[in-house]
């Protein structure tokens, strides 16, 4: 395991313990799914996840549409 491979399953991790909710859980997860790109169904998951969150969110600030971007870029790159 890389020291990349360790700090991506360290923050992961962390991730999957917090509850999504806010702008910037979507900009972090959209992060997730982009530093998953060679790990397709990771990081599929975390773009999903990201996608619901920001549907139930009301955009209306710098941080929306930084995590929206961010967003936009992570399902572009992941598969499927």
Known sequence: MTSADGAWDRAA???SDLKPGTWESVE???LLALAARDRPKDAALWCQTAQETAARL???GWASVR???LLSMAT???PG
Do not use: F, H, I, Q
Request: glycine share 6%.
């Open 67 to 69: 995590a929206l971007a």
């Open 28 to 30: 972090t997860l959209a």
């Open 13 to 15: 991790a962390v991730a």
């Open 58 to 60: 009301k955009p209306g």
């Open 76 to 78: 572009r790159a992941t």
